[in-house]
């Protein structure tokens, strides 16, 4: 049964706390019930919702289809900057790309970077249903997202939010360091099984994760990257991952009611579920809208390709499928940054045909020149793409609905653009983009 238990604070060595986080006293630590392997029984309305929202994640699965293969190239990015927002980080699409593609950039941008291929490893390694979870896989995943950190699960007692630096303080103390192994271990038991509702069990594995929080730093981004494990493992999504994060980022306060209801005594489980299906709704709608976005803007962007080298008087005016251009411009939702050395490489041409290419597009406003402090050109970027992607983030976080009059309370700036419009992208100081109306 789940339980509190006192411990007693007595800082020694931090004369760098104020006063207040010097103190001393004694506060509570909640130990988890553990999961064992089944899921728990839940109520009426949250077993609807959990299978209303396992039907509408199968729908978008299939819509989305053999799409996925450039589409979660985006979503999950989208996933891993707005589950970064929830930690408080703040970064854009595009500067995301370009320090992916660059290897260099902002600390959060290579902090967002490490989480994208924790999430990418995830679903590839432990999403596979015959691989049996362990503790070690769970600790491998972390490592990978806070790679500064020593590996392995925390060995004294952490807490949650709070002011200053002290538990005594502190929102939410969970178990202390003692209890974690144990607690890791059934829930890598409870990961591993596949039966039952996976909307329940990915809700319920996320929310056990959170509160276990076994390590020092990056609990919330790889309990988010979990999700994925366990709606692939059941086979709820087999081609899209469904970016849930940039819902819970929308509302913080929500999510982080909803973990509190999990944890109350007794659990109030069916709050923290009927908030988690509501959550994969959206984003699971949301995730097909950017499908369908991303074909019409391909369209478009091809007949205005064509339409330009019309213009320019250049022959032939519809290319050779096999041209270096329209092969650029059939990868951008994948490869939405580009350089010579990486247009050279995925298409086997020289740079020279490579910058020609480039230069083309660019010239024809479907790509913009990126250039960094000094002036000089870095890299092309698809921004009408990347504009798509935080379009979709502001619609998670304000629940599936368009932002041009209700703006999320954080998230990337509104592109001055109609949802299913054309759009036309105008680099602004070599780095951050105008989207405008032709």
Known sequence: MARFVERLWN???????????????????YI???????????????????????TVLARADERIGSRSSYLNHLLIRSESISSSWIEGNRITPKRLAVAELLHHGPRVALDVIANVRATEDAIDTLADHRHVISVSDIEDLQHVIEPSLERGLRTEQNWVGGAGWSPLRAEFIPPPESEVER?????????TETSGNAVVRAAIAHAQFETIHPF??????????????????????????????????????????????????PPRLDEWVLGFARATEIA??????????????????????????????????????????????????????LTLDSVAERH??????????????????ILSRTKDQRGRLVCWT???????????????????????????????????????????????DGDETAIRRQ
């Open 348 to 365: 086997g041409v020289s740079t020279t045909a490579a910058h020609r290419a480039l230069t083309l597009l660019a010239d024809a406003d």
């Open 284 to 337: 699971a709608t949301n995730a097909v809208h950017l499908a369908d976005d991303i074909a019409s803007l391909d369209a478009q962007i091809n007949a205005d390709f064509i339409a330009y080298r019309r213009a320019q008087g250049l022959a032939p005016a519809v290319p050779r499928r096999d041209s270096v251009a329209l092969r650029i411009l059939e990868h951008l939702a994948a490869e939405p940054v």
């Open 183 to 191: 607690l890791v271990s059934d829930l890598a038991g409870f990961l």
């Open 32 to 54: 988890p019930d553990e999961l064992g392997s089944a899921l728990p029984p839940i109520g009426p309305d949250a077993q609807a919702a959990a299978e209303d929202a396992l």
């Open 382 to 428: 698809a921004d009408r793409h990347l504009a798509l992607v935080a379009l979709t983030e502001r619609s998670n976080r304000v629940g599936g609905a368009d932002t041009a009059a209700r703006a999320p309370r954080s998230g990337p700036p509104l592109p001055e653009v109609d949802r299913l419009g054309p759009l036309r992208a105008e680099p602004i």
């Open 216 to 265: 020092i730093d990056g609990n919330g981004r790889t309990g988010r990257a979990l999700i994925h494990t366990v709606l692939r493992r059941a086979d709820a999504v087999r081609h899209a991952l469904i970016p849930i994060s940039t819902v819970f980022a929308g509302d913080t306060d929500s999510y982080i009611a909803g973990l509190s209801a999990f944890r109350a005594e």
């Open 11 to 29: 800082p020694t060595g931090y004369g760098q706390l104020s006063r207040r986080d010097r103190a001393a006293g004694r506060y509570r630590a």
